[in-house]
């Protein structure tokens, strides 16, 4: 009290001088740790110990802070984070956050879902006891910001809450299960959030909501725990890879982003729109050091805002400047990841009004200390690698765990100095999305309500459902005006336009009725809304030659359904209700015991097939009319069915029917719920992974086996009637196939449960050695399969598996060379209609293809152009005349030369008389390959994404039936089953499976 004033005063300043946070000249707080809190010496000690060099951690992590009451990793890990030879489970990692939760008003731990196989996923959050309190106040301010709607569209108002939200940055780990290090380092990330005292993280701490998902992939991670723990039990082993990470696709769970199928991508989809967050950061590991491919490369996506873009070049550079003042090497932000395709999961943030992230930075695939050699790109110093990668060291997870952390602590802190731009762009940006009708176009995209493939249509709709998208549907009819398509500027219109000055083309107009339903672009999600439902289209000049993915994806062509583009206004004035529940009217109409469905392709069909099993059902091999309407080739006949079962089935999928007084005399075969094995190779399971989804989504049952069981298969064709061999992927070649991985060295690789190993199975496959491949004697099996009357079905790589073992009679597959069909939509054409492959399809069908093999067809059995000698004559000899007349010789009258019919490229090729002369190798008609869809012409060809080269391809087959003994391989070049996108053509594949018995129905054979 009576101390003098000044003192008082000067031991403040003191106090402030020594305690002050310290401040960069751009007067941002220096990363540096506390002085007054103490740090855990132990920790701390191994953490140095355990980091291979200096230089590979950063002021923000060589240190951890003590806590009394807070636990550190180690009380669950039993060493620090990123400790060798320690991989924790997911319940492990759970247990800690837990116990975080349990000892620090900090953290909130949140379940979020359940995996395919049941196991939990979770969100923590982490900020101060305070933001964590008002949690559900700030959620609906930021739910304000995230649909401006709800404040009228004010910016004033925006900007006051702008001026208080505590924003949302959603961290998630390890959706790659090989890719290990996440866990440990969120682990890590978590508690120093908590517990941290230093200004730098309590700004963190205090200013934003630090949200983590330390596990995506919970099943996969399960199994690459399984695997380590394998390998540390038999440390002079080769370890097996790890062929399954989730229950159905492995790395391709970062794919799913726009069709939404897997329960991971639901789950962080669900809790990115409930947060509202502002960031979707999601953690890889396949690039030294740290690779910030925020920036990446061209092209990016057309459809985010361009105030994303900025925010990309924001973040992104200034992580790597701060990295990089911190002297840790190797850290970068362009390279070779474009960001085009929305599929991966951090692309939800992207069109979401968020801002998304992905890191790639360095791991061992486990938790091994290894010596790693880097290639020459890799360590090479480019333009936007200052400081790059070192071309040898030893490296340890510990290493990666600094650069995870580091990495994300710079972002975090970055972000929240910047927290009142970034909330103010995430504002903006979801109004702009809302503007979008009339700030950029279109105004929505209809789906109209006579769509003949309802339930397709409903499946499209469900994808955007949960996507968050709003739905709407129309309570009158509507008539818009489509615009014109302008003419493409060439010397030949310009001429005839001359010519037609005054004449302007008028504008079409379309009318929808009743019940369509409307995806309204005056919302807020309405980009992610427009980039599914909208073309894609990659120039072959773009400089990007190597595309990260799929080029194209328009939803409405894959779904073989009818979507609109709309860009007139009036579209938004169209009285229309909100749709919050999508049904399809199924149910059966009329009086009378048989039951016709009409077939539109759509696979509910099949569904109802399997559901009724034993329900008598025909189809009809042609066109009929009953009752007074006419049906296609293709109708579903129902005999005899127990009314109120069928009536149930038909409700519950969807599916309409009529029934008839009686049975309509037409030619008819049975549809069959036929017995399938779905046969897949241990080189790769996950493409075969996007069929059985499908098939399980589809209710329709399988045995799944792998490619090593068939040799014991003794009477493959007793048990099945049709073989489903779908892609293989990578590797996928006949020698692989048939030899798997080399045996005459090294150790068996099990898949199966073990004491070590208890999660590796789960619902799927299991082996005592996955390297043994097909071998000889499955060969043999499969070709005795076939040859008595059972159907192999081949895609892509099996497709020219099955050309090269010689069970594809007149069918040769070779890879393409000129052609580039990157992961594009493309036309096909129906050539033969009255296949029963074909029911369902009018003539153009879009398919997914991906290069896909080009097949040829030939009328002679291992025929092989031969080399003539001398050059090829086409065209006529120099002689008489112009160049179409014919040549005439002195002194003999002119002879017509006989007319050889050309066949198309996708037709057999005619046998000509010569050829026929004693060859026993002409291939009788009947057992000639028929073409159910071709490749459409070269000028039709690309619907949406890149194509190069495609006259290669044009025309060729694109699904194909080989006939061989009895049976039939039915190869496809297209892949009809992918990533759940491209359900319009997985019909293909059903309509092959029901009737796998009468497939040569409606065959007209050639004469010659
Ligand atoms: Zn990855």
Request: glycine fraction near 8%; charged fraction near 25%; proline fraction near 7%.
């Amino acid at each position: 009290m009576n101390r003098p004033h000044w003192s008082r005063l000067a031991l403040l300043a003191a106090v402030c001088i020594i305690f002050a946070p310290l401040l960069w000249a751009d007067g941002e707080t220096q990363p540096a740790r506390d002085p007054r809190q103490p740090v855990d010496e132990a920790y701390t000690a191994k953490m140095k110990k355990y980091t291979t060099e200096p230089f590979f951690t950063s002021p923000l992590v060589n240190y951890l802070p003590a806590s009394k009451s807070v636990p550190t990793p180690e009380a669950v890990l039993g060493d620090v984070a990123g400790a060798p030879g320690i991989l924790p489970y997911a319940k492990d990692v759970y247990k800690y956050m837990r116990m975080l939760e349990k000892a620090s008003p900090r953290v909130k731990v949140f379940s979020i879902g359940t995996t395919e196989e049941g196991r939990e996923m979770v969100a923590v959050a982490v900020s101060s006891e305070e933001n964590l309190k008002k949690l559900e106040e700030n959620r609906a301010k930021l739910a304000k910001l995230a649909d401006p709607r709800r404040l009228q569209m004010n910016d004033a108002e925006a900007d006051k809450i702008v001026a208080q939200a505590v924003p949302v940055y959603y961290i998630t780990g390890t959706i790659h299960s090989p890719e290990t290090g996440a866990p440990t380092a969120l682990m890590e990330l978590a508690y120093r959030l908590a517990v941290d005292d230093s200004a730098y993280l309590k700004e963190i701490r205090d200013g934003m909501i630090t949200l983590i998902t330390p596990v995506v992939e919970v099943d996969g991670r399960d199994r690459m725990v399984d695997i380590y723990k394998w390998h540390l039990a038999h440390p002079k082993d080769f370890y097996p890879p790890l062929v399954y990470w989730g229950k159905y696709v492995a790395h391709d769970n970062n794919r799913d982003a726009m069709g939404v199928t897997l329960k991971l991508t639901e789950n962080v989809m669900n809790t990115y729109v409930k947060w509202n967050a502002q960031v979707l950061h999601d953690l890889h590991e396949s690039v030294p050091y740290l690779y910030d491919n925020t920036i990446g490369d061209g092209p990016y996506n057309a459809w985010i805002d361009p105030i994303l873009a900025d925010e990309w070049q924001m973040i992104g550079a200034r992580n790597v400047a701060d990295m990089t003042k911190f002297g840790m090497p190797g850290v970068f932000a362009h390279g070779n990841f474009d960001t085009w395709s929305p599929g991966y999961l951090m692309f939800i943030a992207a069109l979401h009004n968020g801002i998304s992230r992905l890191y790639e930075t360095f791991g061992n695939g486990g938790a091994d200390t290894l010596e790693r050699t880097l290639e020459p790109e890799e360590y090479a110093r480019t333009w936007y690698k200052q400081n790059p990668p070192l071309p040898k060291v030893l490296w340890s997870q510990r290493d990666n765990n600094n650069y995870e952390e580091t990495g994300l602590l710079v972002s975090l802190h970055y972000f929240n100095e910047n927290k009142r731009t970034f909330l103010k762009n995430f504002y903006l940006k979801a109004k702009r999305s809302i503007e979008k009708p009339s700030s950029e176009g279109p105004t929505a995209y209809v789906l109209p309500a006579d769509e003949a493939r309802p339930t397709l249509q409903l499946e499209l709709l469900r994808v955007l459902q949960k996507q968050h998208v709003e739905i709407s549907r129309t309570t009158s009819s509507v008539t818009v005006t489509l615009p014109v398509k302008k003419e493409k500027k060439t010397s030949k219109t310009a001429e005839k336009k001359e010519t037609k000055k005054d004449e302007k083309p008028e504008p079409t107009s379309k009318t929808f009725p009743v019940g369509s339903y409307v995806i309204r672009m005056d919302q807020p999600y309405s980009r992610i809304a427009d980039a599914l439902l909208d073309h894609q289209y990659w120039s072959p000049e773009d400089p990007q030659k190597t595309p990260y993915d799929d080029t194209g994806w328009t939803f409405g062509e894959l779904y073989g359904v009818h979507v609109s583009r709309i860009v007139d206004g009036k579209i938004l004035q169209a009285p229309m209700e909100r749709v919050t529940e999508l049904r399809a009217p199924g149910g059966v109409k009329g009086e009378g015991n048989i039951f016709a469905i009409e077939n539109h392709a759509e696979p509910v069909l099949a569904s109802l097939r399997y559901r009724l099993k034993d329900v008598d059902m025909q189809v009809a091999e042609e066109a009929f009319e009953a009752g007074g309407k006419k049906f296609d080739a293709g109708t579903v006949l129902l005999k005899a069915a127990d009314r109120s079962q069928l009536d149930s089935a038909i409700k519950e999928f969807g599916v309409q029917s009529v029934a008839l007084g009686t049975a309509p005399n037409v030619k008819s075969h049975p549809l069959r719920a036929a017995r399938i094995l779905l046969l897949h190779s241990w080189l790769g399971t996950q493409t075969a992974g996007w069929w059985r989804l499908a098939l399980d989504k589809l209710q329709i049952p399988y045995d799944y086996a792998s490619t090593q069981t068939i040799a014991g298969t003794a009477d493959l064709r007793r048990k099945y009637d049709v073989i489903l061999f779908p892609p293989v992927g990578w590797g996928g070649s006949l020698n692989n196939i048939i030899n798997g991985l080399p045996t005459e060295w090294g150790n068996p690789l099990p898949w199966q449960n073990t004491p070590e190993t208890p999660n590796l199975v789960g619902k799927n496959d299991a082996t005592a050695d996955l390297r043994p491949g097909l071998g000889w004697d499955g060969v043999a099996q499969l070709h005795k399969f076939v040859n008595d009357g059972g159907v192999f079905i081949t895609v892509m790589d099996t497709s020219q598996f099955a050309a090269g073992i010689g069970i594809a009679t007149g069918v040769s597959s070779n890879n393409s060379e000129k052609v580039k069909i990157v992961g594009a939509v493309v036309g096909t054409r129906v050539v033969d209609g009255a296949s029963p492959i074909a029911y369902g399809y009018s003539e153009k069908v879009p398919a997914y293809c991906d290069n896909g093999p080009v097949f040829s067809l030939s009328s002679i059995a291992g025929s092989r152009r031969r080399r003539k000698l001398g050059p090829e004559m086409s065209e006529r000899p120099t002689g008489r005349g112009s160049k179409d007349d014919p040549d005439f010789a002195v002194g003999r009258l002119g002879r017509e030369a006989p007319e050889e019919p050309e066949a198309e490229s996708w037709e057999n090729p005619n046998v000509t008389d010569e050829q026929r002369y004693n060859n026993s190798r002409v291939i009788p008609p009947a057992m000639r390959a028929r073409v159910v869809l071709r490749y459409a012409d070269a000028k039709d060809l690309l619907i949406s994404g890149l194509l190069e080269g495609g006259g290669e391809i044009a025309q060729h087959p694109a699904v194909v039936d080989a006939s061989f003994g009895k049976g039939h391989v039915v190869m496809f070049s297209i892949n009809p089953v992918w990533r759940g996108e491209t359900q319009g053509t997985y019909s293909l594949v059903l309509n092959t499976v029901m009737n796998f018995d009468s497939l040569d129905a409606g065959r007209k054979n050639d004469e010659k």
